[in-house]
């Protein structure tokens, strides 16, 4: 596992740091979405960066954030392009860990034409993010504005993330998802705004764009930054694709800002 050496001053504040999640989605639209054991003809494909963690960073950065993922790929192709896909996003890549130990993590995607989806997750490097990486990233998530974390990597080191960020003075956003039953009751303690979502790429742009209003007008109320982020959010799901179809701050009612 490596990660870059120019790591960082101390003086260096985020906006929004995001402990979790990349992985290349690989999506095909169907009329319909197959039975057990069906096979059917799909009228498109393409590959598409996604990942809960990721997309959060990446709707922030596009609002003007100043954002870091905290996160772990493969030494693969897809590893490699979403680190390039980050650098071109303006998304700090210094705790973007590579590892060989396994792949980028994948999320084949099966869409149909009413637009519901299913959803297999592989979570590959995602589940080697680990303590030791966090500490090597605590004072990048310590002093940040916003933390956002979510359940796509391991929860225990969600939590450990959570704590980091809450016992330093960061304000947390804790999206639960995918949603686990047996849900630990220390989340609830760290986190200082529990967001859930049902859909996935439109409930990603909510988050992230709700993570920017907190960092950049941490005095609007919340219902205001979240009524804002739902109008954001209600842009991404005009297009097709995540992170593709996430709006630029500058494509977006300047009302907004």
Do not use: W
């Not at 054991?37 to 922030?60: D, P, S, V």
């Amino acid at each position: 596992m490596s990660f870059p050496a120019n790591l960082p001053s101390d003086s260096v504040v985020f906006d929004v740091v995001v402990v979790g999640s990349c992985m290349t989605d690989l999506v095909s639209y169907t009329p319909r979405l197959p039975k057990a054991g069906e096979t059917i003809h799909g009228h498109k494909f393409f590959i598409g960066f996604g990942g809960k963690g990721a997309n959060q960073c990446i709707q922030a950065a596009r609002l003007g954030a100043k954002s870091a993922m905290v996160s772990k790929v493969g030494k693969d192709s897809f590893g490699d392009n979403y680190i390039e896909n980050f650098k071109s996003n303006g998304v700090s890549t210094v705790y973007v860990g590579q590892t060989d130990e396994a792949s980028t993590g994948v999320a084949p995607i099966t869409v149909n034409d009413e637009g519901q989806n299913a959803i297999i997750i592989v979570a590959g490097a995602n589940l080697l993010l680990n303590s030791e990486d966090l500490e090597r990233a605590s004072q990048v998530i310590g002093c940040a504005k916003v933390v956002v974390c979510q359940l796509e990597i391991r929860p225990a080191i969600t939590l450990e993330a959570l704590k980091i960020a809450h016992k330093a003075g960061a304000k947390t956003i804790f999206n639960p998802a995918p949603a686990v039953a047996d849900l630990d009751p220390e989340f609830y303690k760290e986190t200082d705004v529990f967001c859930c979502n049902e859909t996935e790429g439109a409930g990603d742009s909510f988050v992230g764009a709700l993570a920017f209003y907190m960092a950049h007008y941490p005095c609007m109320e919340l219902d205001e930054m979240s009524r804002r982020a739902c109008d954001i959010a209600s842009v991404s799901v005009q297009s097709q694709g995540t992170q593709a179809s996430y709006p630029y701050r500058a494509q977006l009612p300047q009302e907004l800002f």
